[in-house]
Nanobody, 125 residues
Framework: QVQVVESGGGSVQSGESLKLSCKTS???????VAWFRQAPGKEREGVAG????????RYTDSVKGRFTISHDTAANMNYLQMNSLTPEDTAMYYC???????????????????WGRGTQVTVSS
């Protein structure tokens, strides 16, 4: 019954912004949502995560100050606002969710049980 569907990827130039969306369906209020990315030849990396009930967030160092994760509980929508994009941000971005209160483990992929199919983000110089 649970479902995760992300969208909003595209091709942009360095310095531009992009906002990704993730619709989470069938979850309880005890919900953690995170964005992961994977570039060709690289391991999957946790980018940003949020425990939606409390609003607690966590970011990987490379995106702090540039990316912002937020959640609209009423609409079951999660967002990743990405500003000042660089070619190093190019990757397939995945939205993941789990009915679990995560704090220090918000960016650990093995904690999530539901995943979207991914949306491609390409940043050119």
């Amino acid at each position: 019954q649970v479902q995760v569907v992300e969208s909003g990827g595209g091709s942009v130039q360095s310095g531009e912004s992009l906002k990704l969306s993730c619709k989470t369906s069938g979850f309880t209020r005890n919900l953690s949502v995170a964005w992961f990315r994977q570039a060709p030849g690289k391991e999957r990396e946790g980018v940003a995560g949020i425990y939606t009930y409390s609003g607690n967030t966590r970011y990987t160092d490379s995106v702090k100050g540039r990316f912002t994760i937020s959640h609209d509980t009423a609409a079951n929508m999660n967002y990743l606002q990405m500003n000042s994009l660089t070619p190093e941000d190019t990757a397939m971005y995945y939205c993941a969710a789990v009915n679990r209160a995560l704090v220090s483990e918000l960016l650990k992929s093995d904690k999530y049980t539901a995943w979207g199919r991914g949306t491609q983000v390409t940043v050119s110089s």
